[in-house]
T-cell receptor, first 116, second 112 residues
Framework: EAGVAQSPRYKIIEKRQSVAFWCNPI?????LYWYQQILGQGPKLLIQ????????DSQLPKDRFSAERLKGVDSTLKIQPAKLEDSAVYLC??????????????FGPGTRLTVT | AQRVTQPEKLLSVFKGAPVELKCNYS??????LFWYVQYSRQRLQLLLR??SRESIKGFTADLNKGETSFHLKKPFAQEEDSAMYYC??????????????FGQGTILTVHP
């Protein structure tokens, strides 16, 4: 099966600009996650979707970050306006809910964002 | 709130030597513990899960609830084991099931 796809792979923007990241999960995976990974740290969950509904966005900085998964398939994460501290790798992951082995999350390659 | 601590940022061993990557956690409920690995220029991927009690690529990890630890061990390290290793915790149930809390990671380097 095809893996989780993300684009773009790299993005450089200036502070106060806007940026959007796209994720296409593995076909049939109902659960989708966005993580932020700052250099030297482990990934931190930003938001979790179950189909097109938000399950957990407690760590999403909602004043500048937004995410949607309108049709329950692919998802977009947006930052507006960006700050220097948003420089990080943004990882998307998906999980098949309902199967016996549904505990495993499958990660995309990530988008590396640099804010200057 | 849950927390995962990996005390070693870097760990270097020689090929054939035993290796142990430490992981400690704090969580008031019943956790699920995982080890994820990221090889150079590859995606983050699951290595093993405590419930399955499997040995993957020679690695094992035992959940010690008394010491709240989930250390990853391998008796004889190989050069291809060089990678970044993350310990992660998931809550066992609830609407946020599957949400992972990661440690900071340990870079393992196995020298020839």
């Amino acid at each position: 099966e095809a893996g989780v796809a993300q684009s773009p792979r790299y993005k450089i923007i200036e502070k106060r600009q806007s940026v959007a990241f796209w994720c296409n999960p593995i076909s049939g995976h109902a659960t989708l996650y966005w993580y932020q990974q700052i250099l030297g740290q482990g990934p931190k969950l930003l938001i979790q979707f179950q189909n097109n509904g938000v399950v957990d966005d407690s760590q999403l900085p909602k004043d500048r970050f937004s995410a949607e998964r309108l049709k329950g398939v692919d998802s977009t994460l947006k930052i507006q306006p960006a700050k220097l501290e948003d420089s990080a790798v943004y990882l998307c992951a998906s999980r098949h809910t309902g199967k016996v082995s549904s505990y495993e999350q499958y990660f995309g390659p990530g988008t590396r964002l640099t804010v200057t | 709130a849950q927390r995962v601590t990996q005390p070693e940022k870097l760990l270097s061993v020689f090929k054939g030597a035993p290796v142990e990557l430490k992981c400690n956690y704090s969580y008031s409920g019943s956790p699920e513990l995982f080890w994820y690995v990221q090889y150079s220029r590859q995606r983050l991927q699951l290595l093993l899960r405590h419930i399955s009690r499997e040995s993957i690529k020679g690695f094992t990890a035992d959940l010690n609830k008394g010491e709240t630890s989930f250390h990853l061990k391998k008796p004889f390290a190989q050069e291809e084991d060089s990678a970044m290793y993350y310990c992660a915790l998931s809550t066992a149930g609830g609407t946020s099931y599957g949400k992972l809390t990661f440690g900071q990671g340990t870079i393992l380097t196995v020298h020839p």
